[in-house]
């Protein structure tokens, strides 16, 4: 097997369990997604902020 190919499959493995079997997701108090200038959004799921990181991925929570 490519050994490319390794890492693939765990990490598709990893989000299949985590997106269907694993209920901790739903508890999680941030959550991230890509967005399509391939930054990283975050969000804290338990106050409903969400902020952009920065290209280094430099993440902060912003102050109140």
Known sequence: M???LIPTWIATIMMTYSSTVADFRQNAKYSFVIDTDH???VMNSQT???WRCEKDLKCEEPKE
């Open 39 to 41: 930054t990283v959004v």
């Open 2 to 4: 490519d050994p490319i």
């Open 48 to 50: 409903g902020k969400m």
